[in-house]
């Protein structure tokens, strides 16, 4: 399978984020393709982790198939001959698409992310640990890093255009989207992780937190949209190593975190662009954990078809 860090097909390019470029295919329907850059920092790295964008993809592939009983979602094939098919203008570019493109129905995207928190980690236990609080508002005394969080805490965030996002309240949520949409991308939010952390933790993966993003058609549909439950917007941890009271590994891109962490103690970098180049052993570490979660997750190493 190619490397990809940015793409170039015969469709109206209308964004290009971090790690997918989306197409406009008509007034109905998007190109979503991820690419294999990876940021860390907010930064993008130069060198692109091979299979990572097949990896996203495909992931989320699998999980609307999951899900088509619980939440209506966007995706129309993540497969590239369906695609070609219905988007006849891609035939010529089914190599460059194979694995990593999602064809998808369009909506107007709610500018909130709707965040679950399963168990308390990450900025979620840094601000508890702090005060006792998420978004400032209080949580139950006696949580401990990593612990279970019963019933999950939705926790939305602000969707920034660079930067964090940053954790708000329900009621700033109400401010935005009104309570009626709230409630509803509450509910929806909720109905899917349940899924999904029940999925996962039978197949070795407990899904820590997680973000979600929903759009509406012209129609008035909820969808649930880009991409779910993937190690990129999502904390996967393995479930035989689990121990409350400490960090855990995960099936992200951990090592390239780690290895950035040395560099900017070390003095080497500022944490800025451009970021240092990585090394082959740190690009292969990082692709084989993507890879790894896939495995873990479905059952069967990630195929893409030539």
Not at 250 to 266: C, I, M, N, T, Y
Request: include cysteine.
């Amino acid at each position: 399978m190619m490397l990809m860090t940015t793409s170039d097909l015969p469709l109206e390019r209308i964004a290009r984020g971090k790690v997918r470029d989306v197409y406009a295919v008509d007034a109905d329907r998007l190109l979503l393709v991820a690419t294999d850059r990876v940021s860390a920092y907010d930064v993008v790295m130069a060198e692109p982790i091979p299979k990572k964008g097949a990896v996203l993809t495909q992931v989320s592939a699998w999980w609307f198939k999951q899900l088509g009983d619980v939440v209506k979602h966007h995706m129309i094939s993540a497969d590239a001959d369906e695609i070609a098919a219905a988007v006849p203008v891609l035939k010529p570019h089914r190599a460059a698409i194979a694995g990593r493109a999602m064809l998808c129905r369009r909506g107007t995207v709610f500018p909130i992310e709707c965040v679950i928190r399963g168990y308390i980690t990450g900025s979620a236990w840094r601000e508890y640990a702090k005060g006792g609080t998420l978004a400032g508002e209080s949580l139950p005394a006696g949580l401990r890093e990593s612990g279970r969080l019963d019933p999950p805490i939705f926790s939305p965030a602000t969707k920034a255009e660079s930067g964090h996002d940053e954790n708000i309240t329900i009621s700033e949520m109400k401010k935005v989207l009104g309570a009626d949409v709230t409630g509803e991308l509450e509910r929806l939010s909720r109905l899917v992780y349940t899924r999904g952390r029940d999925v996962a933790l039978k197949n070795g993966i407990i899904i820590a937190d997680t973000k979600f993003e929903f759009g509406r058609t012209a129609s008035g549909e909820i969808l649930l949209i880009d991409e779910v439950m993937t190690p990129d917007s999502s904390r996967f941890w393995p479930a035989d190593g689990y121990a409350e009271g400490r960090g855990q590994p995960s099936f992200d891109k951990q090592p390239l975190r780690d290895w950035l962490d040395v560099e900017r103690h070390a003095g080497r970098w500022n944490g800025e662009a451009p970021p240092p180049k990585l090394p082959p052993e740190v690009v292969e570490a990082t692709s084989q954990r993507y890879l790894e979660a896939y495995r873990r997750l479905t059952g069967a190493d990630l195929v893409v078809p030539d």
